[in-house]
């Protein structure tokens, strides 16, 4: 899969910036861990949601079936919703 675009997270003095290729700012976050944490996070947000329009495609209408721990109803459900979500933005 090939990306259209990518972000990157990088650290700007105290805080953490994620930018797109063209240098546009997507975000600025906080200091620490967990600054370097969400803005990792955010930065592959779109790889992520072209991860699971695929999955979504792969399934189609139809649901999976359970495994005995996850329900497969459940799982697409969450897939179907989070690309509705990504394409909603």
Do not use: F
């Amino acid at each position: 899969m090939t990306m259209a675009y990518t972000w990157v997270a990088v650290p700007k003095g105290d805080t953490w910036i994620v930018q797109a290729q063209d240098g546009h700012i997507i975000a600025t976050l906080g200091t620490g861990k967990e600054a370097k944490k969400n803005a990792k996070l955010i930065a592959a947000s779109p790889y992520m949601l072209e991860a699971l329009k695929s999955v979504s495609e792969l399934i189609g209408d139809e649901d999976l079936e359970d495994n005995g721990e996850l329900s497969g109803a459940a799982v697409c459900d969450m897939v179907r919703s989070a690309v509705q979500l990504g394409a909603s933005s």
